[in-house]
């Protein structure tokens, strides 16, 4: 399964370390063009809030390394949740029977209160995806 970080983070509190869970992006491109793939969140300054909704649940993500989604991460998924528009979505991905889109526009380059309520649509979807009894 891929999904924005704080939503793996969310997934893995309800269904524990039994599950392989990764975070990647299907370009990991920062919107000035900068490869992103391998740097670690803090040292991305559009970051800063993202980190600190985080914190706000006591979650620390400043660590997090940003991935790019590769082809084998594709085909060893048994679910891939996109936050993409489906007509953005790489043909690799996009051919895919196991996607679930969620209809989150990306937050970066936004308000802090922007991040709070993308952060809380993440955890509602998770919810929503994996119920707990």
Known sequence: ?????????????????????????????????????????????????AIEVMKELGIDISNNIINRLTQEMVDE???IIVILKPEEVPEFLSKKKNIIYWDIADPDEQTLEFYRQTRNKVNKFVDDLFPVD
Do not use: C, T, W
């Open 1 to 49: 399964m891929f999904q924005p970080k704080p939503a793996r983070i969310f997934a893995r509190r309800i269904l524990g370390d039994e599950h392989l869970i990764y975070s990647a992006g299907s370009e990991a491109l920062g919107s000035d063009g900068v490869d992103l793939n391998g740097m670690v969140l803090k040292d991305r300054a559009s970051s800063k809030y």
């Open 77 to 79: 998924a048994d679910k």
